[in-house]
């Protein structure tokens, strides 16, 4: 989670919404994504999908089986419906999302037992840290 942390606070300094997104398959970083919104005009180039396209390239395909993704932000629907379909084995978050929030926040993606597919979920794994490098970002832009 701490690398996750340092690619959230890099997509931070680049304008970025800070989030950052870590792919381990059988005990190996396979992918690594940050927020890219702003700079490929694209909204889905959240931190997950990211690493999600990019897991599946090295894997050489879209089940996902085995790979825990770790992120520094509870997933959206997007990111959340996206794992879902990907068959993740488990997603570690860190801060809540009480806005967009799927993991029981907002929305109740990831958990929800009418999946076909289960993640195991651990929450807030350093919340503090990856909540201040949000809170933080967005004071700064609210001064700017």
Not at 9 to 21: F, M, S
Not at 123 to 139: I, P, V
């Amino acid at each position: 989670m701490r690398r996750a942390l340092g690619l959230a606070r890099a997509a931070g300094r680049r304008g970025e919404v800070p989030v950052g997104a870590i792919a381990v398959y059988d005990g190996h970083v396979i992918a690594v994504a940050s927020n890219r919104i702003e700079r490929s005009g694209d909204a889905t180039a959240h931190a997950e999908m990211l690493v999600l396209r990019r897991a599946a390239r090295v894997l050489g395909g879209w089940r996902l089986t085995g790979v825990t993704l770790y992120v520094t932000l509870e997933p959206c629907p997007m990111c959340a419906g996206a794992m879902v379909q990907a068959r993740i084995d488990r997603c570690v978050y860190g801060a809540r999302d009480p806005k967009k929030g799927a993991d029981g926040s907002v929305y109740e993606v990831l958990r929800d037992p009418r999946n076909n597919h289960r993640i195991e979920v651990t929450d807030g794994l350093l919340a503090a840290e990856c909540g201040a490098a949000l809170s933080g970002f967005f004071a700064r832009r609210r001064k700017g």
